[in-house]
């Protein structure tokens, strides 16, 4: 018997068929922030040339049909792939999504997050992360000065970001609390998870 996550997938809708047929199903169009940036996915790590924090940003602020909402977003999913130890979070694993295609009526979005994964929990991965918080690449030596950093570079309130990454600590180390993890190995990333969300907001407070 083997564990494993079953995902719906965003990119996929059901449309109804002439006739009352089986429902076709269709695939949305999504291009990641390499390729929305013309960056070979070779270079998808910032050190090798790929995007920065700040560059995706700039996308969203100037592509998303929804950009106040999205950047938002957005914001989370650095925070969230920070406090789970992603370092994987790279230029392909943010995508915009493109609603409408051929209608005539185009609305681009930030997708649904995808590809996340607990790197740090392996050490013969690079404890590196692929794009830097505040001009720092180790998420181990990441500070609250780091993310003011990122809040300037991403033209963002400070305030808001200072407030944020607290509070989605909160929220994650509360969703920790109601889960059923099951296998041993889910545990131990829990409590990872746990102790860096801790960690983060505790220093928040001083």
Do not use: W
């Amino acid at each position: 018997m083997r564990d494993y996550l079953l995902v719906e997938r965003y990119d996929r809708t059901h449309r109804q068929t002439a006739g009352g047929g089986a429902p076709a199903l269709d695939r949305l169009h999504q291009e990641d922030f390499c390729q929305a940036q013309g960056i070979v996915s070779e270079t998808k790590y910032q050190k090798e040339g790929g995007p920065s924090l700040k560059q995706c940003f700039s996308l969203l602020r100037q592509v998303s049909g929804a950009p106040v909402i999205d950047l938002a977003r957005f914001l989370d999913a650095v925070i969230y792939n920070y406090f789970v130890g992603n370092n994987e979070a790279h230029g392909k694993n943010f995508s915009l999504l493109y609603h409408g295609v051929g209608t005539g009526n185009v609305e681009i979005r930030l997708t649904p997050l995808y590809d996340i994964v607990s790197t740090v929990y392996y050490p013969e991965l690079s404890q590196n992360m692929a794009m830097k918080i505040g001009g720092e690449y180790s998420s181990e030596k990441v500070l609250p000065k780091h993310f003011e950093q990122l809040a300037d570079e991403a033209a963002l309130g400070k305030a808001l970001v200072k407030q944020r990454v607290p509070e989605l600590a909160e929220i994650v180390i509360a969703a920790l609390g109601k889960m059923d993890l099951g296998p041993p190995v889910a545990a131990a990333v829990a409590a990872l998870i746990r102790a860096r969300c801790e960690k983060t907001r505790n220093s928040f407070r001083h």
